[in-house]
């Protein structure tokens, strides 16, 4: 018997992911068989599978990104099986076991130690495949500032939006020769998914993927104030 649950991720793939051009098999497949609702509060199970940015923590900004962008970031990144990835902002972990089931192995981050926590609960009580590690930690603060103790990285994911493409600079260098980096790039209202790809060493491709608007990420690095 089919579960409501079960027809709103169906309902999820048929009139949100798939409509905004994800058509990748692989993707429409994991997004299709993971059970998102047991990745939210419990509150907000409900509403698992709206086209909304559900609240996860105290914070404004801690929101879990809308099931058509999930789609869209997973496409862009065309994970191996083989790839090793490593994710910025672990929220509840739905990204995270996305990317685990597509790659090999995912290195998380997440700034807030009880998003973390939850997290890393969520994904044991689940039992995705691949392996997994997430860490409480500012991916922009020591030691992650320079390089990540697991780099290089075939992809690259950053979960909110940074204002200005400067972190990425620091970011990309992590990543292998052909690897991908996706990231939120702007402030509210406007802001841009883009990809950048590393083609070798010093050289890199930037690609503008669509237009949109999220969270930011908590401590991402600001511009500096011009002074006068």
């Known amino acids: ?8 991720r169906f309902n999820m793939i048929e009139q949100q992911v798939r409509p905004w ?16 609702e047991r990745f939210v509060p419990d509150a907000y199970q409900g509403l698992a599978y709206a086209d909304i940015e559900i609240p996860i923590g105290a914070a404004p900004s801690q929101r879990m990104l809308p ?28 990204l995270t076991a ?12 997440e ?6 926590d939850q ?11 691949g392996r997994i590690e997430i860490r409480a930690m500012d991916a922009f603060g ?30 990309r260098e992590q990543l292998i020769d052909g690897g991908r ?17 590393r083609l070798g060493p010093g050289q890199y491709r930037q690609e503008s993927l669509f237009e949109t608007c999220v969270p930011a990420l908590e401590n991402a690095p600001q511009p500096e104030a011009f002074v006068f």
């Open 119 to 129: 997290a890393r609960e969520r994904l044991i009580a689940e039992g995705t495949p």
């Open 67 to 94: 099931p058509k962008i999930v789609g869209r970031l997973l496409q862009a990144l065309a994970l191996e099986s083989t790839d090793r990835v490593y994710e910025i902002g672990t929220g509840t972990g739905y």
């Open 21 to 36: 051009q994800v058509l990748d098999d692989r993707v429409l497949g994991i997004m299709g068989e993971l059970p998102r």
């Open 181 to 197: 980096l996706f990231a939120f790039v702007g402030e509210a209202p406007v802001m841009e998914a883009v990809l950048i790809q």
């Open 142 to 171: 020591a030691p992650f500032d320079e390089r990540h103790d697991a780099a290089p990285f075939a992809a690259i994911a950053v979960t909110g939006s940074v204002p200005t493409a400067e972190p990425l600079i620091r970011l």
């Open 98 to 109: 996305c990317l685990a089931q597509l790659g090999e192995a995912v290195h998380s981050v």
């Open 111 to 116: 700034i807030d130690s009880t998003l973390a």
């Open 1 to 8: 018997m089919t579960t409501d649950f079960e027809r709103a």
